[in-house]
């Protein structure tokens, strides 16, 4: 909790508004995703080694949160450097589903998602690399959206993957996804990545007014994978899309069975490099067993980091060995442009790709704690956005028997967000009325 | 020695002369306290981003336009690996297999000889900061240095011998200086050079195991580590040993080698493209604005001064060494002096101006304007050599221009024949026994009555309008 910086902030805006200043998130409060900066706020990464490490300037996004009047009310809980799927990582406590205790809200970015599932504010900052924000989403039953790589600036985000890495909202609706999204997006001088593509110009999302044209992808719907809870829902999506006289057509994604290893060997092999700086040499938690400066490294990254964390940073460090980076590194980005191509290919005749956002609902804590492997199958559907940097939603369709909430996904071409989040309205208005 | 031949390759690393850092705005200077020019992006904070600074691909274009390089209009940067106190990120940003510059070479005399060393390739990297070791055996760290843009130029293994190696860094010192890239202070760290060595038998083709020597700060100590490397591979072949690669350090101290580290294969420093900045593209018309605002480099200035002008190797290589002496001395040129009295007044009296004061010629109070006064004063004998040259001095600390300097001295240069006829008559008047001595043979007595007018004049008569009276008067 930010008591402090929060109460201020309120009061600023209060006397903004008050002088009838236009502001577009004024009244909005907001939590951050504990791995984004707050300056002179801590910043955990939800990892011990960073315990209680403040940050010493805020992130870009974090500025402009609070230049739109947004009032920053905590930091949220994450696996530790937004490595997982289910919040079960962080390296203080796992966070919990609102709707169901005993299961996990999802992850990376579990926290901000239970924050708006639970309605403690009415947006939240998650940070994507693999499908971070939109599977809570999903799970928790809210919107997530990820835009696309370089609408938000990077600055102030601590680096998972880099070249996947987005900031990315969740809201209740896709109409405050909208406000948030434009409220942050944009050209950012600190972060040379950032996309000074012009944001789209409406100030509030509005219905598109035409029938979509939705590609829906076959790979996805006949995965072995999925839950039939979640295969019966994308059924009745399609269906009430036709029948809203919208036009499905069938799309193809060969190589979605390569997403997955791609993402872990690009996502890995940069981690490694990212991570290397905690090093218990200039801040965070050194540990008392070091003598040399051998030690020092081998043991405060050994204590402090957590078992997947240290299983990642291994198999980042490995794929970039001499030896090994040909045939896997390399191989992982041609085929991860591959991938890209064919998403652009499936996107060329439609406006929107439709997909169910997760294989299966809110799972149970530690049900898959000790099956790293099918923890990462989690993402299947939502990491074949970031390797081709697309901006993709999360949209609440239907629940299954046990309650559990059902997303879909969807995905645009590169900076279609407003059409991205136009079609989003519309699955929220024909979605089945809450039971 | 023994039949052996060295072959031996430099690493030169330059600290680029920008304003700010290289991926942050932080400023970069030298001798700054320690850790004061430091920010979240160059202390590689969690969550700050590089942005390119970019005054250094400027700079990285004059000095590969200067090598006659291939700069790739599409470089990108890439990720080193490694772990070290004063590499706070855990990787340093360099480029690997996509480096700015391809290809290049420079020319330099060694001995009176000219040779071409040819220039592999030329990247831009970050400076990594600089580690203390205290007698105590702790390390402190001062990070300023994080950031600093270097240029790193790795040439082909084309030295034969250490003073080649030697002259090579000199003149590439010289070339950097030139262009404006690099202050060449090797004290100061900001012109750091490595060496790989290796040595065969003469007419032996392949190449054998090399080493790599650290850190040689200096021209003496290149030669000399590359001379004991030498020996070092050499003795060890003749006892039938065999090189086995490794990294050794020079030690300035004891004079000797130590071993830092044996390479098993080559270090693993995991390089892979670097996600936070996009490839570095730039346009043909960038090189060629700054082609454009190129100064003539030395080689060709050397080939001018020494073709056209016919000035002797010592001048040439004087004139053209140091941009701001050499371009005052073509000032002069464009001013109208002639380029042998140019060069004299410059190599002569210009220089030993500056080395009494210890100045640079950007520190010399008198600027090619004034000095092409006085020059032109002396041509046009207003004023004799030796007044031009203590007007110079006068100059230094007294801004009157030659005019105002010859009213207020009186220091006119006599030209009145009548006036001198009579001054020389009245002195071979006063000196009847001189006079008897030169009329028995002795010429060398010219000289005595020469050196009377001048006494007598103040040194204001036109030697040469003196002379001419006297020997008329004489004959």
């Known amino acids: ?435 | 020695m023994n039949g052996y031949e060295l072959i031996a390759g430099l690493e030169i690393h330059a600290q680029l002369m920008t304003r700010t850092k290289a991926f942050c705005r932080c400023e970069n200077r030298y001798g700054a306290a320690p850790n004061t020019l430091v920010c979240p992006v160059c202390l590689g904070t969690p969550g700050a981003l590089p942005v390119l600074n970019r005054e250094v691909v400027s700079q990285a274009t004059r000095l590969a336009l200067a090598l006659g390089a291939n700069i790739n209009l599409r470089s990108r940067f890439d990720r080193k690996n490694y772990f070290y106190p004063d590499l706070p990120k855990g990787y340093q940003i360099s480029q690997f297999d996509h480096p700015f510059a391809l290809g290049g070479h420079l020319r330099f005399s060694v001995n009176g000889v000219d040779k071409v060393v040819n220039i592999t390739r030329a990247h831009i990297e970050e400076d990594a900061g600089k580690s203390v070791h205290l007698a105590d055996g702790s390390t402190i760290v001062d990070m300023n240095r994080c950031g600093v843009p270097l240029i790193e130029i790795v040439s082909e293994p084309d030295f034969r011998s250490a003073s080649e190696a030697g002259t090579y860094l000199s003149a590439m010192r010289e070339l950097l200086r030139f262009v404006g890239v690099c202050d060449g202070n090797m004290e100061e760290g900001s012109l750091r050079c490595d060496a790989n060595v290796s040595v065969r038998k003469i007419g032996e083709t392949g190449l054998r195991e090399r080493c790599e020597m650290k850190n040689l700060n200096s021209f003496r100590n290149v030669e000399r580590a590359i001379e004991a490397e030498m020996k070092r591979q050499i003795d060890i072949y003749e006892q039938g040993g065999e090189i086995r690669r490794q990294t050794l350090q020079w030690n300035d101290q004891e004079e000797r080698l130590i071993p830092m580290r044996v390479k098993e294969g080559s270090d693993d420093y995991r390089y892979f493209p670097e996600p936070d900045l996009p490839e570095l593209v730039i346009a043909d018309s960038f090189v060629r604005e700054i082609e454009s605002a190129m100064p003539e480099l030395p080689e060709s200035r050397r080939a001018r001064y020494r073709d056209d002008f016919g000035l002797h190797q010592e001048a040439v290589y004087l004139l053209a060494s140091e941009r701001a002496l050499s371009d005052y001395f073509e000032r002069l040129l464009s001013l109208g002096i002639a380029p042998v009295t140019a060069s004299g007044w410059v190599q002569g009296d210009v220089q030993r101006l500056l080395n009494e004061h210890e100045w640079s010629i950007e520190q010399f109070p008198v600027s090619a304007e004034r000095l092409s006064g006085v020059i032109l004063a002396v041509e046009e004998k207003q004023i004799n050599r030796s007044t031009g040259k203590e007007f110079l001095r006068t100059m230094l600390s007294d801004s009157r221009s030659v005019g105002q300097l010859i009213q207020a001295t009186g220091a006119q240069q006599i030209q009145d024949t009548d006036k001198i006829r009579k001054i020389i008559s009245s002195i071979l008047a006063k000196y009847p026994d001189e006079l008897e001595k030169y009329r028995s043979g002795k010429t060398k007595m010219v000289g005595f009555f020469m050196g009377q007018v001048m006494q007598a004049t103040k040194g204001q008569a036109d030697p040469q309008v003196a002379k001419d009276i006297l020997m008329e008067l004489l004959a």
């Open chain 1, 1 to 435: 909790m930010l008591d402090e910086r929060a109460h201020r902030q309120a009061r600023m805006v209060a006397d903004r508004l008050l002088r009838g200043e236009d502001l577009p998130l004024g009244g909005y409060v907001v939590a951050v995703k504990d791995n984004i900066a707050v300056e002179n706020e801590p910043l955990t990464c939800g990892s011990r080694i960073l315990d209680k490490h403040p940050a010493t300037f805020s992130a870009t996004v974090v500025a402009r949160l609070e230049a739109a009047g947004a009032v920053i009310m905590g930091k949220t809980n994450l696996d530790e450097f937004a490595m997982g799927s289910s919040t079960e990582n962080s390296g203080f406590f796992p966070a919990l589903n609102p709707l169901d205790p005993e299961r996990v809200p999802g992850g990376s970015s579990g926290g901000s998602a239970v924050a708006v599932a639970a309605g403690i504010c009415h947006a939240s900052l998650g940070s994507e690399t693999g499908g971070s924000v939109r599977q809570p989403a999903a799970l928790c039953g809210i919107c997530g959206l990820k835009p696309t790589y370089g609408r938000l600036s990077r600055y102030g985000l601590v680096a998972f993957g880099s070249s996947l890495d987005q900031v990315s909202p969740f809201a209740n609706s896709c109409s405050e996804l909208y406000d948030v999204f434009r409220a942050l997006a944009g050209g950012d001088s600190r972060d040379a990545t950032s996309s000074n593509e012009p944001l789209p110009a409406a100030r509030e999302l509005k219905a598109l007014g035409r029938p979509l044209r939705i590609g829906v992808v076959s790979e996805f719907l006949d995965n072995e994978a999925l839950d039939p809870s979640v295969a019966n829902a994308a059924r009745d999506t399609i269906n009430a899309l036709k029948q809203a006289g919208h036009e499905c057509k069938e799309v193809h994604l060969p190589s979605l069975g390569y997403a997955i290893p791609v993402y872990y060997i690009v996502a890995t092999a940069e981690a490694s490099s990212n991570l290397a700086r905690f090093d218990g040499v200039r801040y965070g938690y050194r540990s008392p067993a070091a003598t040399d400066l051998q030690t020092v490294y081998d043991a405060s990254r050994g204590e402090g980091f957590g078992r997947e964390v240290r299983r990642r940073i291994m198999m980042g460090t490995y794929v970039l060995s001499s030896g090994y980076y040909d045939a896997y590194y390399k191989t992982a980005l041609r085929v991860r442009r591959l991938i890209t191509n064919e998403l652009l290919t499936a996107l060329s005749g439609v406006d929107v790709l439709l997909t169910p956002t997760t294989p299966g609902t809110a799972f149970k804590l530690g049900e898959k704690a000790d099956d790293p492997i099918a923890m990462y199958l989690s993402d299947i559907f939502t990491v074949p956005a970031n390797l081709a940097g697309i901006p993709s939603v999360s949209v609440p369709w239907s629940k299954d028997d046990l309650g559990l909430p059902i997303g879909m996904q969807l995905m645009s071409g590169h900076f279609q967000e407003e059409l991205l989040l136009q079609a989003g309205l519309e699955l929220e208005r024909i979605r089945p009325a809450k039971s």
